[in-house]
């Protein structure tokens, strides 16, 4: 048996049950107010109760009917008037987002005051308004989107900053960040941003305070944060080289800042290479020849050994010796060959500098070590070595000249 048929069946129980009900005892009632009077039974006044009710609903849903109908169709309703708002702020999107400025500015502004969420209608507006240089339209507009949105003022804070970068604006950006992170300390964009701000106004004493925070959060790729603390130790150490020379003091700033330096990063061969270029230039070349050769008994590298070569260490002929004992390991790198060449000429050792020099010139074609053996060769007196050495220099040098037409030589009578 369906479901329709019992519902049927109950219904007609149901009925029967209450025709049995009336006929049996139909009640009385009675209702009087002043000088009026209703008498009825009280089938009747319950039957009058449930039409009443009936119709009390079907009213109260035909005026929502009314008013539905009637949001969708007056243009001033609410409802339209954030669908207008809706496909203006999609059209002034796309249009930010093609680069034209002015008429995503127009229809976003436009469209803000009427939605939901107007804070990205008016941040979008304002990165609009920084493109077309209206500067003052954009601090506006930002100052609306926090009126509107206060609690989303971290991200007008960052919109704000990124927009006084861009438009080199680096000192207000930098205290738009400072304000930023005095209150949210753990921003990780916002020190990232920070810390780029720092590199271009080149103040590397404050991005170095900022280098363990950049580390902790992780703020940074393992390889960025490497490249940034080598460009900022070897700054400070360049910086502090400078001052010295001006001021006509030793190697002790220097000196003190690289005892700052984090023991891993005292391990990288570009480092220790600006320290020691630091030293010579201070005249502190027996330290900076100390600091090459410990270097260099952990890890050989070509660039600490040219120096090496270049610096003039206590003792000369100690220092030769130590470097032809790397030597051994590496008979044919034209660096340390140069090196030992200079070293040699340093403890007046003629015949082996000149070895070792053609040693290097005949391992690596280099005009460096070409102009230190042909000065060697004049100073020997050996004129027609020293001759066929420029010229094979000349020959290193002519590869980088452009092809050009050149007279013939005239010939013999």
């Known amino acids: 048996m369906s479901k329709s048929y019992i519902a049927v069946l109950a219904v007609l129980l149901i009925a029967a049950l209450i025709g049995m009900a009336v006929a049996e005892d139909p009640g009385y009632l009675l209702i009087a107010w002043r000088n009026m009077?209703?008498?009825?039974?009280?089938?009747?006044?319950?039957?009058f109760l449930l039409a009443?009710?009936?119709?009390?609903?079907?009213?109260?849903?035909?005026?929502r009917l009314v008013n539905a109908s009637g949001?969708?169709?007056?243009?001033?309703?609410?409802?339209?008037?954030?669908?207008r708002a809706s496909t203006l702020t999609t059209r002034g999107l796309l249009?930010?987002?093609e680069g034209h400025w002015d008429k995503s500015l127009r229809l976003l502004k436009r469209s803000a005051p009427q939605t939901e969420q107007p804070l990205i209608n008016y941040l979008a507006a304002a990165r609009a308004a920084n493109e077309l240089e209206d500067y003052a339209e954009c601090d506006g507009l930002l100052r609306e989107a926090y009126e509107t949105t206060p609690q989303a003022e971290v991200a007008i804070a960052v919109t704000q900053a990124q927009l006084q970068i861009a438009r080199g604006q680096l000192e207000q950006a930098l205290a738009t960040l400072t304000r930023l992170l005095k209150e949210h300390p753990r921003h990780l964009y916002a020190l990232k941003?920070?810390?780029q701000l720092y590199v271009r106004l080149e103040d590397w004493q404050r991005l170095r305070e900022m280098l363990p925070a950049l580390r902790k959060h992780k703020v940074l790729r393992d390889s960025e944060q490497e490249a940034l603390e080598h460009q900022v130790y070897a700054a400070l150490?360049?910086?502090?080289?400078?001052?010295?020379?001006g001021a006509g003091h030793g190697s002790e700033e220097v000196t003190r800042l690289w005892e700052e330096v984090p023991r891993s990063m005292k391990q990288d061969p570009r480092l220790i290479e600006v320290y020691c270029l630091q030293l010579r230039g201070l005249g502190a070349e027996a330290l900076a020849e100390e600091v090459l050769r410990q270097a260099l008994k952990q890890s050989f590298n070509d660039r600490l050994v040219q120096h090496y070569g270049l610096v003039q260490g206590k003792d000369p002929a100690k220092q030769l010796a130590t470097a032809e004992r790397w030597l051994a390991e590496h008979p044919h790198d034209a660096t340390l060959l140069l090196a030992?060449?200079?070293?040699?000429?340093?403890?007046?050792?003629?015949?082996?500098?000149?070895?070792?020099?053609?040693a290097s010139f005949n391992s690596k074609r280099d005009i460096q070590t070409c102009?230190?053996?042909?000065?060697?060769?004049?100073?020997?007196?050996?004129?027609?070595?020293?001759?066929q050495a420029l010229r094979e220099g000349f020959g290193l040098m002519a590869h980088d000249l452009p092809a050009l037409p050149m007279p013939q030589a005239a010939l013999p009578r």
């Open 237 to 245: 150490l360049a910086e502090a080289g400078q001052r010295s020379r």
């Open 193 to 195: 941003l920070k810390a």
């Open 371 to 387: 102009a230190e053996l042909v000065r060697l060769l004049e100073h020997l007196g050996e004129q027609q070595a020293s001759q």
């Open 340 to 358: 030992l060449g200079r070293l040699a000429l340093r403890n007046s050792l003629w015949g082996k500098a000149r070895e070792y020099l053609e």
């Open 71 to 83: 949001r969708r169709i007056n243009p001033w309703s609410r409802r339209n008037r954030q669908r």
């Open 37 to 47: 009077s209703l008498e009825t039974s009280v089938w009747v006044g319950l039957a």
């Open 95 to 97: 249009e930010f987002a």
């Open 52 to 63: 009443l009710w009936l119709f009390l609903s079907l009213a109260k849903a035909f005026v």
